[in-house]
């Protein structure tokens, strides 16, 4: 069997919590020089940003230097250098430390914050938040939360040890409890447990349920109902993309304040919090992979349309 290469540690160091980015120029391909395969790899760029980047001496080898917008192409090679920070409107709510120890960090991240880096939200996320903050540069999430849903998030210290924690939630031994709030159905009968085949596309907003085999599994209760609405007790076993917005919808109750179900609307304007997506990952429950400690963690947060229903109508 063919091993995998080594891949050499970063000479660049994080800025704002984020880590650099990482190329491995492949092999195969028919680019003379590294600015040629960047510029075909970073098409995204702007015009003239990846030379500017090279001529600049933003990108560089293993060794820390420069690398050369005309060095030669070499297959294998790592390059490392820093994306262009987007501009960020801040969320203003505090990511709240529900535990912490020489192994793991579990976060209660609130609504509208990003897990991790990704798309045009890289150091307003709560993984690059708790990196400053709690000064962990190592730090790295073990799974993620969407960016519209508030909770619990588990990251992890070691870097050695996150396959470990990841292990977990692959394996399906996290026991994950959510809650959300929605309208609620007097014919609908629960609980109940759905199940569906979801697919999520690369590049569309929203989930769909199609023909096929299960992958999305999520038992629904009834925990408590008031003036129209429920708040409902959401246990998935699985974790597929919007898993539980999609199975809610498919229900006919829509998680108050979704965006994408039962249809996509516009967005929202960048910097209004008003109205958040009534859903959260209230708990997590897991036998820790590296100690053999029994954890048990809760969500402090609140959902707005529950607790405050007058005050999320008059929104």
Do not use: C
């Amino acid at each position: 069997m063919r091993r995998k290469a080594a891949v050499p540690p970063s000479p660049l160091p994080q800025r704002d919590g984020v880590d650099p980015v990482r190329v491995r120029l492949p092999g195969g391909g028919s680019w003379s020089t590294v600015g040629e395969y960047l510029t075909a790899r970073l098409s995204g760029a702007a015009d003239g940003a990846v030379g500017a980047m090279l001529d600049a001496g933003l990108v560089v080898g293993a060794d820390g230097r420069a690398v050369a917008g005309d060095a030669a192409y070499e297959p294998g090679m790592f390059v490392w250098f820093h994306r262009e920070m987007p501009a960020e409107v801040p969320v203003p709510f505090a990511v709240e430390v529900v535990h912490r120890d020489e192994h793991i960090v579990v976060a209660d991240k609130p609504h509208f914050l990003a897990t991790t880096p990704r798309g045009g939200h890289v150091a307003e996320t709560a993984l690059a938040r708790l990196r400053r903050e709690l000064g962990i540069p190592a730090l790295g999430a073990a799974h993620r939360l969407d960016r519209l849903t508030a909770g619990l998030v588990l990251f992890t210290v070691r870097p050695e040890e996150r396959g470990a924690y990841q292990g977990l939630f692959r394996d399906r031994r996290v026991r994950k409890e959510y809650e959300a709030v929605a309208a609620y159905d007097p014919g609908l009968g629960l609980p109940r447990t759905v199940r569906s085949r979801i697919l999520k596309e690369r590049g569309v907003l929203a989930a769909r349920q199609v023909e096929g085999e299960v992958n999305a599994v999520s038992r629904v209760e009834l925990a408590e109902r008031r003036d129209g609405l429920g708040r409902y007790r959401l246990l998935p076993s699985t974790g597929q993309t919007h898993q539980l917005r999609v199975h809610m919808s498919a229900l006919g109750v829509p998680v108050l304040g979704d965006p994408l179900y039962p249809v996509v609307t516009d967005p929202v304007p960048a910097g209004d919090f008003r109205r958040p997506l009534q859903l959260l990952a209230r708990a997590l429950e897991f036998t820790d992979p590296v100690t053999g400690a029994e954890h048990r963690f809760r969500s402090g947060r609140v959902l707005a349309a529950w607790d405050s229903p007058a005050e999320w109508a008059a929104q």
